[in-house]
T-cell receptor, first 114, second 112 residues
Framework: AQKVTQAQTEISVVEKEDVTLDCVYE???????LFWYKQPPSGELVFLIR??????QNEISGRYSWNFQKSTSSFNFTITASQVVDSAVYFC???????????FGKGTHLIIQP | IAGITQAPTSQILAAGRRMTLRCTQD?????MYWYRQDLGLGLRLIHY???????GKGEVPDGYSVSRANTDDFPLTLASAVPSQTSVYFC???????????FGEGSWLTVV
């Protein structure tokens, strides 16, 4: 069975601080995919990133970066110089590429205070 | 703009009533999914469909049914709604299973 754990239920930081959202996953599959989604207060789910299990390169996209470490089964997400617009619930998710879609963590509510 | 359309956006429903949540995508994606989102529980898969004509059960399928008569539509039916089915329902799709999954804007359902 697959499992995704986001231990941080809620994080509150002041604008311009850096913040890291943790994601730890469990799977028996050798091929799998990891995702991050953002859910702003408006409620929609916005895709941020998809990584496959064979690609451990870290990725940077503007102020966002992702650190994938198979040795610790983690796929952490860092926002640099946070902004109020980053306030949202962030979900980490795991897929084995099969028909059963994504297994989600319970989400981390990120609050960026001005 | 291409994407996933869900209807209704929100609904208040009396317990025991039948309800169908509609989902249409215009991206010609093969796989479609229904998730429910509940506070503290995250998103959980209800049913999925790999391709038109096939469906499968997810983590929480009881009380729900789906059909996939064509590529674009994937309706979710609550045969006899109960208060525990009060939730936000998200329809989603992907080109194939394992590809990135994109979500509709959600349907807020309250069963009273």
């Amino acid at each position: 069975a697959q499992k995704v754990t986001q231990a941080q239920t809620e994080i509150s930081v002041v604008e311009k601080e850096d913040v890291t959202l943790d994601c730890v996953y469990e799977t028996r599959d050798t091929t799998y995919y990891l995702f991050w989604y953002k859910q702003p207060p408006s409620g929609e789910l916005v895709f941020l990133i998809r990584r496959n299990s064979f690609d451990e390169q870290n990725e940077i996209s503007g102020r966002y970066s992702w650190n994938f470490q198979k040795s610790t089964s983690s796929f952490n997400f860092t926002i640099t110089a946070s902004q109020v617009v980053d306030s949202a619930v962030y979900f980490c998710a795991l897929s084995r590429g099969g028909a059963d879609g994504l297994t989600f963590g319970k989400g981390t509510h990120l609050i960026i205070q001005p | 703009i291409a994407g996933i359309t869900q209807a209704p956006t929100s609904q208040i429903l009396a317990a025991g009533r039948r309800m169908t949540l509609r989902c249409t995508q215009d991206m010609r994606h093969n796989a479609m999914y229904w998730y429910r989102q509940d506070l503290g529980l995250g998103l959980r898969l209800i049913h999925y469909s790999n391709t038109a004509g096939t469906t499968g059960k997810g983590e929480v399928p009881d009380g729900y049914s789906v059909s996939r008569a064509n590529t674009d539509d994937f309706p979710l039916t609550l045969a006899s709604a109960v208060p525990s089915q009060t939730s936000v329902y998200f329809c989603a799709s992907s080109q194939w299973t394992g590809n990135t999954i994109y979500f509709g804007e959600g349907s807020w359902l309250t069963v009273v």
